[in-house]
Structure formats: C-alpha cells, structure tokens
C-alpha cells in the first residue's frame, strides 16, 4: 500500500463518513428514514438520490434507512437527521456524529423476486425474508411487494406453514411451564364485541391456565387492550405478566411490548393501507402470535358478515380448513367458530362504554346485553370442551354456572387488582341521542360507519367517549325511536360525530317497509 | 335545518379544513408527502395516521399525499408543511392556508388487488390505474404493489397491450404532420453506447425525419441527452424542437419535461428501487414512449450480455417476440437487432468523452472507436431498410457514404447549431491512468462497475469525469499495460473513484491464462 493510497483513505474516512446528528422531530411511523441536505458532499460523491437505502451506524449499532434529501437550510452541510423511529433505535442526541455508508442488496429480496415471478418458496427463503423484515430492514416498497407476492391465494399451504414457522421464529416465544395454555383470538371486524374480557375469568376460575395477550385499536373503536385499560393496568413486563398468571390462572394485558411475532406487526401495517387482503398472511399472522404466547389450545371466532372482515360463508369455510391445517402442522390444538358478523355486539363501543358492558355480563345485570353473553358462553365451551375433551351440554352447564355464580366476575376483579388497581369505568361529560327519522324494520347496519362515529366522538384515545347501540337487525322502529347515543367529552367532537351520521343516515342503518 | 347545525358546519369549517403552510424544505422525490404536527386538532379528531394518505388543497387545486407527522416543535398548531415535490404541485408558499380532508378509496387499487388475485384486466382497468397514476394519486407503496402485480410474466400480451395504450392516453402526444417518423431505442445498460447522437444525423441528412427524445442518466454515468448536452443545448420547449425539426428533419433534445407517458417515469422509478424486472413493464414503457412521441417506424436495440439488461439470446428472442406483437397492436413499425452487450462501447464513459467518441467516428478521425461507429451503422441501416422498404446493403452503403463524406457530421453541427450553440468537449482537470497488474487474456468485464467508477469520478453532473477504457475482450494483456483512465475535476473525486476500483480490482476485468 502506497503512501497515496493511505492518505486517500484518511480522506475518505473524514470527507465521507461522519456527519453530525440534528434532531428535526419527524415521525415517519415504522419507516426508518434519514435526512440529508442536497448540499451534502456525501450525497454528491455516492450518488445517493431520495430513496436510497443506507446503511447509518452509531457507537456500534446500525440501521437501514431510506434517504430524503433536504433542502433551504434546514440540514447544513456535514449534518444529518433521522425519523423518530430511526432516533429510538439508533439512541443518539444532538452532536453525535453519526457513519453512513451504501448497503448492499438485500439478499432475501431475492426470494421475493422468485415468488413474485411464481415460484414457490421454501422455509429457508421465508426465514430470511421475515428476520430481514423483524430487522427493519425493509422499506415500504420492499415491505409492498412482499404482501403483494403473498397476496390474495398465491401462498401454496406449504408456504404458509413455512411463514408461519419463520414468524415465530423471529420472535420471543412465552413459555408457562403449564401442559395445557388456553387461548381466544376473534378475526377483528365487529364494533363492541368484547368478549375475551368475559371467557378469561371464566377459564382462568375453572383453573385453566390462559394468559391473554390482546391489542390496542389499531383502526377501530377499541381494542381489548384499551377495554381493559379502563378497569386496571394493563402495561406489564413479561416478569409482571408472570406474578399475575400463577397467581390467578389468567390475565389481560397488552401485548405490543412483548415481540411476540414482530415481523407480522410490521406487515399488518402496509397491508392495512394497501388494503390487501392474503389468507395466507392473515392465518400465518394469526396462528404466529398465538404459538408465541406459548397457547397449546386457542378457540377461533369467524364473524362473518357484510361488513365483517369474512364477508361469506364460502370464506369463512375455507379460512377454517387452512387454519386447522396450519395450526396441526406447528402443533397448536384449534377449533374455530363461525358467527353472526351483520350487526355491533353489545351495547357499547368505544372502551368505557364496553367496559361497562362486560361488567354487566358478568354481574349478572337485568340490562346485560344477552348477545355479548351469548358470544362469551359460545367461546368458553369450546375452550372447555378442546381443554377437557368435554361433551358441549357439560361443558355449556360449567360455564353458566360460573357467571351465574359470580365466580367469573370475582375472577375478573381479582386479575384487575393483580394487574394494579381496578377502577370502574366512567362516563363522558356530553352526550347526544340519535332518532330515527323514519318507521320500518332494520334490515341493515354498517359496522364500519357505526365504528368511525364512534371514532368520531373520540375513542379510543377518550375512553369514555364512543356510542351506546340501542337497536337491532330485524326490530321494528318507529318513527322519533332512540337508535343510538353518541358520547364525547368535547361539545366539538360531539357535534363532529353527529355530523358524519347526518351525512352517512341513509347508508348507516337500513329499513325496509317504510 | 336547525341553528344548531349550521353552527357546527362553522365550527368544522373552522377547525378542520383550514392549516397554515410553512416549508421545512424536505425533499422526498416524486413522493407527495405532508407534514403535520402531533399535537394537529386536525390529526385527532380526524383520527389520521402516520403514512394516511389525504387530499391537501389550495386555491383550486389540490393533491394527494401521505402524512407524515412531526414532534418536537418542528411544526406548531395549525401549522402544515408539504414535500418540495408537493408544494410545486400545489404552488404555495409561507403562511397560506390550505385545506386537508381525508379521501376515498382509489377506485382503481381494486384492479390492482384484482390483479395480484390472478384476474386478467381490461383495457378500461389499465386506463383508470394508468390515469391516477399520472395524476399521481398513488402513494410508494400503491406502486410497489402494481409493479409486483405486473411483475416476471404474470401479464398476458392482450395485458401488455392494454397498458401501453393506457400509457400512451395518458400523456401528450406529438404529431409531426409527416407521413414516416423515424426513431431508434436502445434497451438500456451498456456504458457508452452513445449511437444516437450518430444515428440521428445520418438518418435526417438523408432527409428522412427523426425528432428524438432522449432520456438524462438516472443510475448511469451519462444518459444521450447529458453527452448531447455537452454540445450543445437540450432544453427545449416543444416549440422549440419543432422549429428545429423543420429545419433540419431532425434534432435530440431532453425528453422529460414533454411528458411523454409520464405514468412510466413514476412507475419506473419504484421499479428500479425494487429491482423487479417486469417485461410487461420494459415493452410497456418503451412502445408508450416511442408512440407518444410521434414515431411510425423504430429500430430496437438490444444489447445481450451477463451484466447488460438482457441477460441471455433466450430472453431477448421472448421480448422480441412480444414488442413486435404489441408494436403491431398500437401501430408502430418496428425491427429489433440482438447486439453484444458484454463490454463497453467506444473509449469514453461519461458526457464528454463520450461526446468526444460521436465527434471522432462523424469526423472519420484514425483514432475513432471502430465498435461505435460499425453498431451506429447497423442500426442507421436497419432503420433505412425499414423506412424505405430497401434491402441490407444498399442501404448500409447509403449510410456509410454519409459518414465517409462528412454529411452526418454537418448535420450534426446543424443540428447542434439549432438547438443553441456549438461547443467542443472539454478536458477533466485531472486524470489517473490504471494499469494491469497481472498478464493474460482479457475474459471478462463487469459493466456495471465500470459504469460505478465513472459515476465516483462524478459523472454525470460533473460532464467532463468518467472513464476512458482503452482495452476489449480477449484482447492479450501484459502487466503493466494501461487498462483505463479515470477522468476528475477534484483531486477527492478522482481517488475516491480510485479506492473502488481497488476494492474491487478482481471482479471488474478477468484474466485468464495468466
């Protein structure tokens, strides 16, 4: 090595590598992205256009981010800046000097390429297409064509036992040291339908393990996860998550913090903006999640409905033969449930207003709402019957048993005081009844506009906020008849949920023979 | 309608719709994006989330692009910002008020989620993507899923044809009022390949018309308008080449700015950062543009070779096959010709050496590059044969008169004249030459590392840097014998263009019996 050579090197390591971090409070969600001013030397000489993949290092860690450039002195020559995502992971501060440098291809793209081009693909090739994506080292375009390729039917079965084992595989995996780990999972799509709240301390009072880990509202109203932060805490660590399940048998809390599939949270995520549905995706996400919570047995409710996220019977058939097999292939004992998807369950939605619901049910209340009821009983005769291979009438008899008695509503109190302290739900300060402008028989109501006035009004984030249903399919409505009670905490977000049923009232609940 | 109401419908007016622009000068290509702060009323009551994509509007006009959300202060309440590409869009600037509201669902993502399901689409399909495309309504990763559903062979030619046409309507098309327009397209990736600027003016000094468009370097070191560029003026409005047209039949100017099939230049551009081949996309692109820019009759080059864009005879049969099936369906005349695409072509890489090598094969210099000037020949004849129905050597002795004679040149000189003003290439200020280190037969070279070091030495923004590479394959090498000279303007470009050369010395030219 020549002397010229050497210096060449210092010169590189000096001009092209460090630039100096300036935090400019963007979040870009998931995406890691990495700014650059258009004046940047670095920027120049590689060649790097908006877009560009780069690798960016800083006290021994390293992410891949896509490049925006920037320009009108926001970023000075020699500075940098990173997304929110990218600062979290990265750890740095103002005047870190961070490296960056191109990356090479990434090598599972590859695989993606050959399924996009038909090829089926092998347990390895999903292996590493899911740990790049765990990684973060997928950018939305890549992350696009790979819910693409996997779209619609084009996933062999084989293949979505293959991505389901790499789903698993590329994150933790509970272990419980239990035989049996009961668990409940619902294909999402129903406003209200809160059930897990209510089969939880059914099974855990029976003495069946089942340690439920449920998410937050993502798109809808609520998740279980927001239900259940109304009544208790339901952010523990896994060794918090440990003390509450020996204690009680079972527990409700969240379960973003605790990497159980990661790669599926990060697919989910363009999927649901690409609004793509795969079968494949959705059975491999499903059955992922559940094996690494550490379930042995899980019972699967389908509601199936217009406005459901399985819209036929033919679906929900075909869902159901896949899952089994898949479930049988990674060793997870399942039966699934096909239910009534065409209406909201119960009468709240929105977390509070659920939470209230669910106490009633299990208070044995003289307003429960007898679907909601209805729903939990269906779940938890099953579980009992795949738990204790039991015949249904025993099985139903068991669980009834253990509402009427109150032992279920005990259970639930002593896993909220477990998880912290239980609080009972409150109520919104301002609320507004909606009335039927014509007479007739419902003969239709859409989920997805009933859950965005709901939204509307503010929840999740106001948990008090959301509407109390009072109607159903099929009932005979008069005219000037309560249909729904629109709750807010803010006369603004009232009237702003009002708004949207004026101009949706038409399409948002049906009647015929007006 | 009560008071009430009315009062709300200002309320929303009020604190919905109307946002404070301030540009943070970010730029993120041709991706709209808007920038709103976390703490935005806006954000919350309307539920928005990171990478939701809303319409923003202004004055009439209005876009859609994708949120990003800021923290830290970067924005404040009521405040808004928008990429550089949306704020051209969309002209405005600091605190004008813009209106954002959430928008529908883009009717045509259901072809494409119909496509990736395996169904066949139609013409009006491809019309209503190919449309919202252009009028940029898809977001990166609405993109990435139509180039995967479009992607390896998953379209049939019935497809293909519906696209380009689709392509086609939804740009500008130039009409030329001539009966015969000649063009020529060579499918990308081998550097210096500069025929055009040698083809063109033989062709039109045989009176035959031939307005061409080319394209500036998006991945490579010079694209043929960056070396046209370096003689003369490129950047014409349509008026403009018309009037040069007239006069001299024909004339090669920068084809970007008439949008030509502009719903390729934003799909290509994913294309690429995805790396997914799609022949559907290649014939697409190549017959939408040629179309559109008023060709009748167009010779197809396509350089075969294991790092050229064509990768084996096989594959370029196949696409042969299709562009002349497709060519048939909107009308165009065309004759393809399988080159050898496995090294270099001529001596320079980079705007003005290439320049450099046109001038020297039109001037029948002794030292010309003799592998430019016979590939200019056979696609000059092939055209003539096409256009004048001639046989093959009549027809290359009538093309090669015009070079022997100095009349291509004077109409290049005409041509450049036209346009703006004659100027001869220049000299980069400093220049490294490299030399063999071992002996044998050259066996192999990697084209697109050459094209990597000439893009280091910073081609093409800086015109005069690149490569000049003075060896060929199977050429008998000894040690010590220059290879190639790196051209720079900086003493920083030129080493830095040096370093990965000597990184990866081994791969970029094989010898063999060493």
Redesign the interface.
Known sequence: MNM??LK??V??QH??HSLRFR???????Q?LVV?MP?SCHVC??E?F???TRLSVSFNGSAIIAAL???????LHEGEISLS?SAIQKLKVKDNDLLQVAHIE?LQS?THV?AK???NVLNQQQYDEIIQDIADEKY???????F???C????MKLEEICSLTVAMIKAGNKLEWGNEVIADKHCVGGLPGNRTTMIVVPIIASLGIMIPKTSSRAITSPAGTADTMEVLTNVNLSLAQMRKVVEKENGCIVWGGSMKLSPADDIII??ER?????SEGQMIASILSKKAAAGATDCVIDIPVGATAKVRTVDDAISLTLRLKRVADYIGLNIQTICSNGEQPVGYGIGPSLEARDVLAVLQNATDAPKDLRQRAITIATEIIKLVWNMEKQPAEDLVIKQIDSGEAFDKLISICEAQGEFHEPKKAKYCKIIESAGAGIISEIDNRKIARIA??AGAP?SAEAGIDFLVQLNQDIGSGQPLFTIHANSP??L??A??YY?QNEKQLIKLSYE
Chains 1, 2 share one sequence.
């Open positions: 010229n050579y060449m090197k010169i590189n001009t092209k935090d400019l409070g963007i979040d870009t969600n995406e700014f258009a120049k000489s060649g256009q908006a877009l925006n450039i920037t320009s009108d002195g926001l929110k291809a793209m390429r996009l081009y038909g950018s939305n375009i890549f992350l696009s064509s819910v693409a390729a779209s619609g039917t084009n995520k363009v903006a690409l609004d793509i549905d939204k509307l984030d603004g977000e009237e702003y009002y708004e004026k």
